[in-house]
């Protein structure tokens, strides 16, 4: 007897169960909300991602792909290291008012929310920032080969400083999530690298 096929695709399963994450958080959605989220039934759920814990993880390392996909497209494209970082502000400065955008994002939510009883999502969220830095890191270097920025400038110090602005952007975002003030935060910031 042949195994039973899915009756449900796991990918798109798990990209609701991580919209639902992004905007509920970890602790404030229910198994119950998963399954009616997601479309499937408890023992599928179980069967396929594991119990709740195992699915956020999931959930997490799938959205940290998908914006590593995005940043290498970025910043590949871009003409400048300032301008891949400026391009990648705007589009998150965008993203904020859109009803997607104002949940912030997952992985600051996720280090606000269980870092400090979980080290497991803790040890996820660090991965993510770290990558974070190094993405922004190689943009400056090459901002700096390029006489955009200064060389006197400490590139690793300004790549942990921009992880910072991302994530407290993304924060005030779910407060203030008008793309103006944001704008004009991003724009300070840009004027500090030159």
Same mark, same amino acid.
């Given at each position: ?12 399963? +798990? ?18 909300? +998963? ?60 993203? #904020? ?8 994002? +997952? ?12 080290? #497991? ?16 890191? $190689? ?5 700096? $080969? ?27 975002? $779910? ?8 704008? $004009? ?7 500090? +690298?030159?």
């Amino acid at each position: 007897m042949s195994p039973r096929l899915k009756e449900f695709d796991p990918d798109q399963a +798990l990209d609701a169960a991580m919209q639902l994450f992004w905007q509920k958080g970890f602790e404030a959605t229910s198994m119950q909300d +998963l399954v009616d989220q997601m479309g499937i039934n408890r023992y599928s759920l179980y069967d396929t991602f594991g119990d709740k814990h195992q699915l956020f993880i999931q959930c997490c390392e799938k959205y940290q792909a998908n914006m590593e996909t995005m940043k290498v497209e970025l910043f590949d494209q871009a003409d400048s290291g300032l301008q891949a970082i400026q391009n990648f502000f705007n589009i998150i400065a965008q993203r #904020i008012t859109t009803k997607e955008g104002c949940c912030g994002c +997952l992985m600051t939510n996720a280090a606000v929310e269980k870092a400090l009883d979980d080290e #497991i999502i803790a040890e996820c969220t660090r991965k993510a920032f770290e990558g974070m830095e190094k993405t922004f890191h $190689k943009a400056l270097q090459r901002a700096q $080969k390029e006489g955009e920025i200064s060389q006197d400038k400490n590139t690793k110090d300004l790549a942990s400083y921009l992880v910072c602005l991302l994530q407290g952007i993304t924060v005030m975002g $779910k407060t203030f999530p008008q793309c103006k003030r944001i704008q $004009k935060t991003i724009d300070c910031a840009m004027d500090l +690298l030159k």
